[in-house]
């Protein structure tokens, strides 16, 4: 086997040099993204603008990310895997360095704030239109060079190194931040794309056969449909949680804002090693089916949030979220190799797409639906969340179990 400039690399080793540079590109772009919402707050309040701001501009975003990724993931079963993966690195280091130069000119009073919120809006949703790739082209990728058996171990180091980025991200927000506010912004955008960069020249694309046929499959296609409306449940839930969680703490245990912010952080933390812990590691050890995932995965959520409503200290909500993200990393890898084992290896892309799109659907409705639940009393959107995930353990008892044949 030869790379892409016509070096000989052994295959076996070849293969696992691949899978870490596409997953080092997918960190590199997760922790961009979770560094932004370190970063947003601060920088918006210097711009001038309000915190409905901030809001507005990720939440049209989502709304963009969510009409692009299927068509990306589709795009993904003609033009190939790694070239949609590091085109979207490549566009997510572009819109984000003209984010940050943006942020600077409003901070320093260059721009006024209502032209700086024209423009943060314009490039973060053609930031999420042009890396739309990554995700769904990741995950197609390990799709392809994982047997069936394997292939929810496969997907599952796709939420891993997701994950772990998301956990990072803040981390080194706070760490680089020292060199000035948007400084850790700059170096998540040239971290991204120079490895988009190597991507192109070092990772041939997996063996498979493209069809110009795949932009057919709707989005709502039946093999999938199941998977993309868990899907969207899955993400309302998580984004409902992030979104009210600081308003929890803060009313619920009588915190201080600094407090609140800490002990948010803790268990926010908490959650996302427990998911990582069960992406990266149980699942890669022990085989569990996609059902399986989703059953234990939903019934575990359900236990973490309810735990959280009868939380008589801080350090069993600690615990309650660990619970929630034990759960958390057994629904993504379910989902995703659920609705991939459905499909032929033709239409990865697609159905990666169309289940990327469900996920962020579930970021449009869940931070909306759940602000509004809180404004009714404080425990209605833990409550509500742990209903919808205890309807999804029904949900995932009636699908069916056989995948097609890929």
């Known amino acids: 086997m030869t790379d892409k400039i016509g070096n000989a690399v052994p295959a076996a080793e070849s293969r696992k040099v691949d899978v870490a540079l596409i997953m080092m590109g997918l960190m590199a772009f997760s922790m961009g993204q979770t560094m932004i919402f370190a970063i947003a707050g601060p920088a918006t309040r210097l711009m001038g603008l309000a915190e409905t701001d901030l809001g507005l501009i990720v939440s049209l975003a989502a709304v963009t990310y969510t009409i692009a990724v299927p068509v990306w993931g589709r795009l993904s079963d003609r033009v190939g895997r790694v070239a949609v993966i590091y085109i979207g690195l490549i566009a997510y280091a572009v819109a984000t360095i003209a984010f940050a130069y943006v942020m600077h000119l409003g901070m320093t009073g260059v721009l006024l704030a209502p032209l700086s919120l024209i423009l943060l809006i314009g490039i973060r949703m053609s930031l999420t239109i042009g890396s739309g790739g990554v995700h769904p082209g990741s995950t197609a990728f390990m799709a392809d060079i994982t047997e069936s058996s394997k292939r929810a171990a496969g997907v599952a180091m796709v939420g891993a190194a997701f994950g772990l980025g998301a956990v990072l991200g803040p981390v080194l927000a706070g760490f680089l931040s020292v060199y000035g506010l948007l400084f850790p912004l700059y170096a998540s955008a040239i971290a991204a794309g120079v490895l988009g960069i190597v991507i192109a020249i070092k990772v041939p694309e997996p063996q498979r056969t493209k069809t110009k046929d795949a932009s057919r499959m709707p989005i709502l296609d039946p093999r999938v449909r199941s998977f993309f409306m868990l899907g969207i449940i899955a993400f309302t839930s998580i984004a409902i949680i992030q979104q009210t ?19 948010v952080g803790i268990s926010i933390g908490c959650m996302s090693l427990a998911m990582m812990a069960v992406q990266a590691g149980l699942i890669q050890i022990v085989k569990i089916s996609p059902k399986n995932m989703l059953l234990i995965g939903f019934a575990a959520t359900a236990v973490g949030l309810t735990l959280v409503l009868w939380a008589p200290s801080l350090a069993f909500t600690y615990a309650a979220y660990a619970v929630i993200g034990i759960g958390g990393g057994l629904i993504n890898p379910g989902i995703l190799a659920g609705a991939s084992l459905r499909v032929s290896a033709d239409h990865q892309g697609a159905v990666a797409g169309v289940v990327a799109a469900g996920m962020g659907a579930g970021y449009i409705i ?35 179990t056989q995948p097609s044949a890929s």
């Open 366 to 400: 869940g931070p909306v639906l759940g602000t509004y639940l809180f404004s009714l009393s404080l425990f209605y959107p833990f409550a509500f969340a742990a209903a919808l995930s205890l309807a999804s353990v029904l949900a995932a008892l009636l699908l069916k």
């Open 245 to 263: 969680s600081a308003f929890y703490f803060m009313d619920r245990f009588d915190l201080s804002p600094e407090a609140t912010a800490r002990n």
